[in-house]
């Protein structure tokens, strides 16, 4: 018996949104990294990009847990000595929160061209608002990632 792997044609994309509302980020981008992947289908192969579009909204009410929004920083660097910048969470949280959880997200996909094709499928507003209304998305369960 031979194994099965996935063909792109034979794909099918759903669109789910995850309403970030209240939820912990690390729990949404553990969620959402999984549906990027396609690690929920039966033919899920870690070559093939057989993974979901994802629509998340009201990302500005992820809540981080702890002290960690005044802890940790996002870091970036121009390339030039001396060019390291921080941002810390608590800023990154009131200026783009939507930046916070892509980035959150992006940390838990794979680091290659699989990755970046994944996370093309993956759209972060701040707002409930989003304009993928088209797409019929179908809301996500999200009552098994909510707190206490």
């Excluded at 996935?6 to 759903?14: C, W």
């Excluded at 209240?22 to 396609?38: D, H, M, N, P, Q």
């Excluded at 993974?51 to 996002?74: L, Y």
């Excluded at 390339?79 to 949280?93: C, F, I, M, N, Q």
């Amino acid at each position: 018996m031979r194994t099965f792997s996935p063909k792109l044609s034979e794909l099918t994309r759903d669109w789910v949104v995850i309403d970030a509302n209240g939820l912990v980020l690390g729990r949404v981008a553990t969620v959402a990294a999984s549906l990027l992947r396609g690690k929920h289908r039966t033919y899920f192969a870690p070559h093939v990009d057989t993974g979901d579009f994802v629509i998340i909204v009201n990302a500005a009410q992820v809540v981080v847990t702890a002290n960690k929004a005044a802890q940790n920083f996002r870091y970036r660097h121009s390339g030039y000595p001396g060019g390291l910048r921080a941002t810390s969470w608590e800023s990154l949280l009131a200026s783009d929160p939507a930046k916070l959880v892509f980035e959150s997200v992006r940390g838990m996909v794979p680091k290659n061209r699989l990755g970046r094709a994944q996370m093309d499928k993956l759209f972060v507003y701040a707002g409930p608002e989003h304009p993928h209304a088209a797409q019929q998305p179908q809301p996500y369960d999200t009552s098994a990632i909510r707190r206490g």
